[in-house]
């Protein structure tokens, strides 16, 4: 009875996780180049629905055109097809807050999620940071979107000192 029990533990769990990567098929993460951004906007399109080309060129020049130690512009490359990315930078004094790692943006491609890329690219750029000398990390989520709230968390970030203003200008 136990063993009928396990097995079928066994064959469920084989049936409906994602086969993780053997690790020499997991893709390389590495600063982005300028031949990346296509393939960040594809991504990008993909999980969002929207086309911004601009938007992703500007932050090619911004964070990965002339990388340094506080503005960080990474990407998973697979054979070729960028399979994720993840952008940040480290900012003093704005707001008053003492100088921190701000991540911008993550995404990993619907095919290759939760087999531990968007960890990899976390631990990555949070690795930059501390190198940088900041001894935090900070970012914002939409209230929504639970995915991200789980993967933020799940990496150990809480709530954080500063609370969101807007309000609208017509
Ligand atoms: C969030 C995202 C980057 C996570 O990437 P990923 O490669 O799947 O993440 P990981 O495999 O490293 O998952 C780490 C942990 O995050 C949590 N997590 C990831 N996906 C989850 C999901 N769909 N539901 C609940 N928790 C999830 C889990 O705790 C997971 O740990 P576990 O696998 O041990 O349970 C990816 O889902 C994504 O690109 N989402 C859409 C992009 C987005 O909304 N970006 C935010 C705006 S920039």
Avoid at 85 to 96: C, D, L, N, Q
Wanted: hydrophobic share 40%; proline share 6%.
């Amino acid at each position: 009875m136990a063993n009928r029990l396990a097995a079928g533990v066994d064959r469920v769990r084989r049936t409906t996780q994602a086969p993780r990567p053997r690790r020499d098929q997991a893709p390389g993460i590495r600063p982005a180049t300028e031949t990346d951004v296509p393939g960040v906007i594809a991504l990008d399109q993909d999980v969002t629905g929207l086309l911004k080309r601009d938007y992703w060129h500007d932050m090619f020049e911004r964070y990965g055109a002339h990388p340094d130690a506080t503005r960080i512009f990474l990407v998973a490359e697979n054979a070729g097809r960028i399979d994720g990315f993840i952008v940040g930078e480290v900012r003093a004094w704005e707001f008053g807050s003492t100088p921190s790692g701000w991540v911008f943006a993550v995404q990993v491609r619907p095919g290759r999620r939760v087999q531990g890329l968007g960890s990899r690219l976390f631990e990555t750029v949070c690795d930059r940071f501390r190198a940088a000398g900041v001894d935090r990390v900070r970012t914002m989520v939409a209230p929504e979107n639970t995915v991200i709230h789980s993967f933020f968390r799940s990496q150990g970030m809480m709530a954080g000192p500063f609370i969101e203003l807007e309000m609208r200008l017509d």
